[in-house]
C-alpha cells in the first residue's frame, strides 16, 4: 500500500524556518519524481517544487525560489523541504507528492497521488 505521511508544519513567524518531511512507503522511492505542492485557504493547488530520482536535481516555482530547498534521502525513504524566509502568502496546507514522470518537475502530480499534507501558517 503506497503511503505519503507529511510532517513538520506548524506556526511560523514571518521571517521564520520550517524544515517538512515526506515518509515514503509501499512503493520503490528512489525510482520516482517527488514533489511539493501546496493548497492556500480560498485558492487552487500550486506545484512548489520537484526532484529527480536520482541525481537530485531539482526546479522551484519563482513564488519560492532562493528560499526554500527541495531534497531527498533515498537511503531513509523520505523527502524534505527546507523553507526559509517565509511569508504570510507561503501559508497553505502542504502536500508530497509522487510521480513515475518528469511531468513533477514542472506541474502538479495527479491528486491520487498526494499524501494528506501538513499545515503551515505563517503569521505574526
Known amino acids: 500500500q503506497v503511503q505519503l505521511v507529511e510532517s513538520g508544519g506548524g506556526l511560523v513567524q514571518p521571517g521564520g524556518s520550517l524544515r517538512l518531511s515526506c515518509a515514503a512507503s509501499?512503493?520503490?522511492?528512489?525510482?520516482?519524481?517527488m514533489a511539493w505542492v501546496r493548497q492556500a485557504p480560498g485558492k487552487g493547488p500550486e506545484w512548489v517544487s520537484g526532484i529527480s530520482p536520482g541525481s537530485g536535481r531539482a526546479r522551484y516555482a519563482d513564488s519560492v525560489n532562493g528560499r526554500f530547498t527541495i531534497s531527498r534521502d533515498n537511503a531513509k525513504n523520505t523527502l524534505y523541504l527546507q523553507m526559509n524566509n517565509l511569508k504570510p502568502e507561503d501559508t497553505a496546507l502542504y502536500y508530497c507528492a509522487r510521480d513515475a514522470t518528469p511531468n513533477a518537475m514542472f506541474e502538479l502530480p495527479p491528486r491520487s497521488s498526494w499524501g494528506r499534507g501538513t499545515q503551515v501558517a505563517v503569521s505574526s
Open positions: 509501499g512503493f520503490t522511492f528512489s525510482t520516482y519524481y
